[in-house]
């Protein structure tokens, strides 16, 4: 987890704050024996302006986050000279399922095959396949998406024979723990839950945000989505 000094002493410029979160996450990735650049940093934007995102895709960044279709669209309308690689975090409504494929480059939260054919019959052949992760609700809450553990492999099988899409492996946003050991016990369980299906094409586990982003990647995050430590506290 990213320290308060951390975060305050980067307050200045989204530039800074970048720079303090890439700084940290390859000390994460030594302490955890990790070949430096093996975790990538998608930058959660939801709720901010175009013009923060601006500051970030000057400072390097690239893979962007978005939780809201229509807020998201507004924004990639503003940005669309630049070559930025978004993401759809956010729960998937079935009317929204088109704007999605035609507008993202990656899916994290596909919970249900119905969602999965629709994104596959409504991507445009024009594009390369949609990226897709399937989210796992590792902590069985019921006030949260996702598949429950049992019935990955299952849904596994029925996506990745779906044209337009191409399954690269699972999300999942674990329920809140303020101890690091606590917090590395879910995202060790679907780690290993993926390893022992054998399927070597799922190469991406989305797990960790600004407060677990540590624990996500010592238990094997490729990816970790970061808001508020980045952008700050959203409106």
């Known amino acids: 987890m990213l320290t308060r000094r ?14 303090a979160l890439k700084a940290h996450t390859q000390r994460a990735e030594l302490a955890a024996n990790r070949p430096l650049g093996s975790v990538c940093v ?14 970030a895709y000057i400072a390097g960044q690239r893979h ?4 809201y279709v229509q807020e998201a669209l507004g924004k990639q309308a503003e940005l669309s000279a630049f070559d930025i690689t978004w993401h759809f975090i956010g729960p998937i409504q079935a009317n929204k399922t088109k704007a999605i494929a035609c507008h ?29 992760c399937l989210q796992v609700n590792i ?10 553990l049992q019935d990955l492999s299952a849904l596994i099988t029925a996506v990745e024979g779906l044209p337009r899409l191409r399954l690269r492996g699972v999300m999942t946003v674990p329920e809140p723990e ?10 060790r369980m679907l ?9 070597p094409e799922l190469d991406t586990f989305s797990m960790g945000m600004s407060d677990d982003l540590d624990a996500a990647i010592a238990e094997g995050s490729t990816l970790v989505r970061i808001g508020s430590a980045l952008f700050g506290a959203r409106s």
């Open 6 to 19: 951390e975060v305050r002493g980067y307050m200045a410029t989204i530039k800074q704050r970048l720079n």
């Open 191 to 199: 780690y290993h839950a993926v390893e022992q299906l054998n399927r």
């Open 139 to 148: 902590s069985q809450e019921s006030s949260k998406s996702g598949i429950m």
């Open 64 to 67: 962007f986050g978005e939780n």
């Open 42 to 55: 998608l930058a959660v934007s939801k709720t901010k302006p175009a013009a923060d995102i601006m500051q």
């Open 178 to 187: 303020q101890d690091v050991a606590l917090q590395r016990l879910p995202f």
């Open 104 to 132: 993202f480059d990656w899916v994290h939260s596909v919970d249900r095959l119905k969602i999965a054919q629709r994104l596959s019959e409504q991507r445009p052949p024009s594009l390369p396949p949609l990226q897709v």
